[in-house]
Structure formats: structure tokens, C-alpha cells
């Protein structure tokens, strides 16, 4: 049971409003850095059956 000289922080309704938006252009600003940036390497596609060479073979 909570003690009635307990104190309960709630954020105000602006405080909340505040956070949201700015957090919804740091969101914004992610995904135009990750639009900009170059595709990231999957190893789709990739022949990994074939052994790598060694040091003494010749191609």
C-alpha cells in the first residue's frame, strides 16, 4: 500500500508533447541518413561452397 506522503511524479501533458515530436524528427533524420548511406552487405548471393584459395595454390 502507498504511504500517503508518497510523492507520484507525472510528466505534464506538454512535457509529453515535447518528448513525442522530438523524438518523431530524430526518427525522421535515422531514416534519411540510412536512405543515404550505402546498401548493407547481406552475403545474399554469395558462393560459399567454394573453399578459399591457399597460399601455395596458383589460379
Do not use: Y
Not at 40 to 58: H, I, S, V, Y
Amino acid at each position: 500500500m502507498i504511504d500517503w506522503r508518497t510523492h507520484i511524479c507525472r510528466p505534464s501533458r506538454t512535457q509529453d508533447d515535447v518528448i513525442a515530436t522530438r523524438s518523431r524528427e530524430i526518427v525522421a533524420q535515422s531514416f534519411e541518413l540510412l536512405e543515404q548511406s550505402a546498401k548493407p552487405d547481406t552475403f545474399l548471393g554469395r558462393q560459399t561452397f567454394e573453399p578459399f584459395p591457399r597460399e601455395g595454390d596458383n589460379p
